[in-house]
């Protein structure tokens, strides 16, 4: 069904299944809380000696205050409007979920066995999962001009009520501007936004706040003059790295997470080395597609193999992953804005800026 201005809406959009324009942040908060409270609870639980609380025959796993984090999770989203609350009921469900997910090895053997070997990779399995699901549902079609200007009047309920701080108004107003003229409503939310009334009062928000810092921490890396060469050797040392872990794991050529391993290094392996060729040829941007393709191959089915065969060992190699991956979206981003810039400079007669290191 048509999208624009004028045309009728998608069945979903209909239905009143509107998309949030942050909600991958959102899905990323989630992801890694939950990731990081698996690791740190079985940190903790190794360093404690896997003490168990209650006593008298009784034992309070700790499925049970995830699942209380999660009911406070959904309870933040089913009791308050606006997107303020969403980045603390993604974390708070996101430390729940990991919680919970954390004794699946209990939940799929007949002896509640929490050490069972193939936990791991089950745990990282489902984290991937959650990603590849969320990525289908929220890409399967291009976010709809009406769908931003509803999350535009999303922020204007909070400042209805209690007022608009100077930052959450330039977001708003800065989602506006993305909005076509075109779209009907576009000027009563406007209105609406310019009579929300200011007030500098606000919920503390650490999560955007760490996640604008990462995102300026990326930009400044991949901004770099040496980190086309940087990122080649990474992932080249990262590819022989995992080959090495391969062979001193192997038992044979039939260990399936041998086979596994060696398959998604060489793989990624090849990726990084037309990467390389397309660098020194001077395009940049097919080296950085094939540079992420090396590194989603590497999450998305060496890892898997990595935690299967060495367990919660392997998440140095996750989270080396996925800052590679960071830094290249941003240079991919950064390409991305310079490219719209030359397109708009040309379109007004002006010479086009310079793009940047290469």
């Given amino acids: 069904m048509s999208t624009s201005a004028g045309g009728r809406s998608s069945y979903l959009m209909r239905a009143g299944m509107v998309r949030n324009v942050r909600s991958g942040e959102h899905l990323t908060t ?31 796993a700790h499925v049970l205050p995830g699942g209380l984090l999660m009911l406070i999770a959904i309870s933040l989203l089913l009791g308050y409007v606006g997107p303020v609350v969403r980045p603390a009921a993604a974390t708070i469900g996101g430390i729940g979920f990991g919680l919970f997910i954390d004794e699946v090895g209990k939940f799929v053997t007949s002896d509640n066995n929490y050490f069972y070997k193939p936990t791991a990779a089950i745990v990282y399995i489902v984290f991937v999962l959650i990603v590849l699901g969320f990525r289908f549902l929220a890409t399967r079609r291009p976010i709809d001009p009406r769908e931003e200007l509803a999350n535009v009047i999303d922020h204007a309920v909070e400042g209805v009520a209690g007022g608009l701080s100077h ?40 999560v955007d706040a760490a996640w604008q810092a990462l995102q300026r921490g990326f930009e400044r890396l991949a901004t770099h ?29 039939n260990h399936l997470p041998v086979l596994g391993v060696t398959a998604g290094s060489l793989l990624s392996a090849t990726f990084t080395v037309r990467g390389a060729l397309a660098l020194r040829k001077g395009n940049r941007a097919r080296a950085v597609r094939l540079f992420e393709l090396a590194v989603l191959v590497s999450l998305l089915m060496t890892q898997v193999f990595q935690f299967a065969a ?18 290249l979206r941003a240079e991919r981003e ?5 490219l719209d810039a030359a397109a708009k400079a040309r379109a007004q007669g002006l010479p086009p800026s310079p793009e940047g290191p290469v």
């Fill in 30 to 60: 989630f992801v890694v809380s939950g990731v990081a409270t698996v690791l740190i609870t079985r940190l903790i639980l190794s360093l404690s000696g896997y003490p168990q609380i209650g006593g008298k025959g009784l034992h309070i």
């Fill in 167 to 206: 930052r959450r108004r330039a977001e708003a107003s800065e989602l506006l501007r993305t909005v076509s003229p075109e779209v009907q409503g576009r000027r009563e939310t406007a209105e609406l936004l310019a009579a929300c009334p200011a007030d500098e009062v606000e919920l503390a928000a650490p």
């Fill in 225 to 253: 003059p040496k980190a086309p060469r940087i990122a080649v050797a990474v992932l080249a040392i990262q590819a022989v790295g995992e080959l090495v872990i391969a062979a001193v794991l192997g038992n044979g050529l």
């Fill in 310 to 327: 060495t367990q919660f060992a392997a998440a140095g190699g996750m989270l080396l992953d996925l800052v590679m991956l960071g830094l």
């Fill in 334 to 338: 950064r390409m991305r804005v310079a």
